[in-house]
C-alpha cells in the first residue's frame, strides 16, 4: 500500500512538473522581470550597463561585487550639432560604452522636462538606446581574419550631423522667440569610401536640455534611436565590409573558380541508378518513359570577374537531352551570400549602391556560413517560413565521386527557378559540401511523355581548381 501511494505521489509531481514545464513562458533578461514595462532590448541595456559598472568596479577594487559609483572620467559637454556627430561616430566605432550612454539622455533631464517619475525617466532611456543596439551590433569589429582591425568604422568616414528644425518641448516649429527644447528628423550621414556611397543613420529627436553636470550650460542629447538605413544593414549582412581575400576559391565554401566543373548523373529515384548513354539521345534517341530527359548535367564555371568585395560568376549547365540545352547563370558572390544576378543587375554590376537596392529585394540562394535549423528569405534573412530552409542535422552523401560527410542539405527552390528549365517546380533538395560545392540534388521534373519523376542527381566526378 505504501508502495503504491509513493508511486501515485510520485506520477502526480510528474505530471504538475510537465505541466508546468508546458506553460511556462520563454526566459526573459533578469532585469526584464523585475521591470516588465521596459521592452527586451531596454532591459538588456539595463544589464549591460550593470555589468559594465561590476567590471569597472572591480578594475578598481580588485575584486568582483562592487559597483562603480563615480567615475573619474569627464564626459565633454556637447552644444553643437557638428560635435554631436562627431561623438556619435567616435563612440560608435571605438565602442565606446560609456560615452554611448553619455550621449544620450539622463533620466533626470528627461523627468524634469517632461515631468515623470524617475523610474519612468529610466525607462525611457532604456528602451531609447534599446532601440538603437542593431545599429550599435553593426559596428562591432569582425575577427581580425576576415576584416579591417577597426571593423566597418575604418571604412567609413564621417560627413556630418545635419540637425532637423529647432520645436518646442511640445512639439510646434520653434519661433524666433520661442525656446529651442527638441530638433526632429535629424540625419548623420557616413560615406563609404571605397565606392562613393553615402549611408545615413537617422535620429528622430534630439533633445536640447541642461546639462545634469552643469545646469549653466545647455546640451544636445539623443532622446531616440539611432537606425541606421536598410543599405547600410544590407552592407554588413552580405559581408561587403570584409575582406576580398574571403572569396579566393580555397578560402570561400563554395569553390567557384574558372575551370571548375562538377559532373552529375540524373535517375528517376523510384528505378535507381539504371546506366543510359547520353549518346543515344544525343543521336536522335528518346528517353525511356519514366527517365529523365537528360542522364547527365554537366556545371561549370566560365568566368569569374572581381569587383572589389564581389565577384560576378558566369556558370553555365549543359544537359545532354535531345534539345542539347544549355543554362547560362550569372551570379554574384560576396563573402556571405551568393546571389543569382538578372540582366539589370549584370548592367549595373559595378554600382555597389544599385546592388544594395536590388539585393535588398532578392534571396539568395545560399547563404553562409550555413547551419541546420537555419533559414532565410529575402536579402538573406532569416525568417520563419524562409524561401530556403536547412536540415536540422548533417548529412552523410554516398555518390560515385566519393562519400561526403557533414554536408548540409537545404531545402527550397526560389530564385533557381531561373537558373534551368530542369529547376521550374518547387520543393528542390541541395546537399551542399563546404568547399566542394553541391554533391547531390533531388527534383521535379516531367519525363519523355510529361509524367512527373523524382529525379536524383549525383556528383559524378568534379574538378576544382588550387
Not at 561526403?404 to 531545402?411: C, L, N, Q, S
Request: overall charge negative; hydrophobic content about 40%; some cysteine.
Amino acid at each position: 500500500m505504501g508502495l503504491l501511494l509513493l508511486m501515485v505521489l510520485a506520477a502526480g509531481v510528474g505530471c504538475a512538473e510537465s505541466e508546468r514545464g508546458a506553460g511556462t513562458e520563454p526566459l526573459r533578461p533578469l532585469v526584464y522581470t523585475e521591470h516588465p514595462d521596459l521592452t527586451p532590448e531596454g532591459a538588456a541595456v539595463r544589464e549591460g550597463r550593470l555589468l559594465r559598472e561590476l567590471r569597472q568596479g572591480a578594475e578598481l577594487s580588485g575584486g568582483w561585487g562592487r559597483l562603480e559609483t563615480e567615475s573619474d572620467r569627464k564626459m565633454p559637454l556637447i552644444s553643437e550639432g557638428e560635435a554631436l556627430g562627431e561623438a556619435i561616430f567616435e563612440a560608435l566605432t571605438t565602442r565606446d560604452e560609456a560615452l554611448w550612454d553619455h550621449l544620450y539622455i539622463a533620466p533626470e533631464s528627461y523627468a524634469q522636462l517632461v515631468k515623470v517619475s524617475p523610474e519612468k525617466a529610466h525607462e525611457f532611456v532604456d528602451v531609447q538606446m534599446g532601440g538603437a543596439l542593431q545599429t550599435w551590433e553593426i559596428f562591432t569589429p569582425t575577427r581580425s581574419s576576415e576584416g579591417a582591425d577597426g571593423g566597418l568604422g575604418e571604412l567609413l568616414e564621417l560627413e556630418g550631423l545635419e540637425l532637423g528644425e529647432g520645436r518646442t518641448v511640445n512639439g510646434p516649429v520653434a519661433k524666433e522667440d520661442e525656446r529651442v527644447v527638441q530638433h526632429w528628423g535629424n540625419v548623420l550621414r557616413l560615406r563609404y569610401a571605397e565606392a562613393d556611397v553615402v549611408f545615413e543613420l537617422r535620429i528622430s529627436r534630439i533633445f536640447r536640455v541642461p546639462s545634469p553636470q552643469d545646469p549653466t550650460r545647455e546640451v544636445l542629447v539623443l532622446a531616440s534611436p539611432v537606425e541606421a538605413d536598410r543599405r547600410l544593414r544590407t552592407l554588413v549582412a552580405l559581408g561587403l565590409h570584409l575582406k576580398p581575400e574571403l572569396l579566393r576559391s580555397r578560402e570561400y565554401p563554395f569553390p567557384l573558380k574558372e575551370g571548375n566543373f562538377w559532373r552529375f548523373r540524373r535517375y528517376n529515384r523510384a528505378l535507381g541508378q539504371e546506366e543510359v548513354d547520353p549518346l543515344e539521345i544525343a543521336v536522335g534517341g528518346q528517353a525511356a518513359a519514366g527517365t529523365p530527359r537528360s542522364p547527365e548535367v554537366i556545371m561549370e564555371v566560365l568566368g569569374v570577374e572581381q569587383y572589389g568585395t564581389w565577384r560576378l560568376v558566369h556558370v553555365m549547365r549543359s544537359y545532354e537531352d535531345a534539345d542539347f540545352t544549355r543554362a547560362h547563370e550569372r551570379w554574384v558572390l560576396t563573402p556571405r551570400r551568393i546571389y543569382v544576378c538578372n540582366a539589370r543587375c549584370q548592367a549595373r554590376i559595378d554600382d555597389l549602391s544599385y546592388l544594395l537596392e536590388y539585393f535588398e529585394y532578392q534571396v539568395p540562394i545560399f547563404s553562409f556560413p550555413l547551419e541546420p535549423g537555419q533559414g532565410w528569405g529575402r536579402a538573406g534573412l532569416g525568417a520563419e517560413e524562409g524561401t530556403f530552409v536547412v536540415d536540422e542535422s548533417w548529412h552523410r552523401v554516398e555518390t560515385p565521386a566519393g562519400g561526403f560527410v557533414g554536408t548540409y542539405a537545404i531545402e527550397g527552390t526560389g530564385p533557381l527557378t531561373q537558373s534551368s528549365p530542369y529547376f521550374r517546380l518547387p520543393d528542390q533538395r541541395r546537399y551542399f559540401a563546404p568547399g566542394r560545392g553541391v554533391v547531390r540534388r533531388e527534383l521535379r521534373e516531367p519525363d519523355a511523355r510529361g509524367n512527373l519523376i523524382d529525379v536524383v542527381e549525383d556528383l559524378v566526378e568534379y574538378r576544382i581548381m588550387p
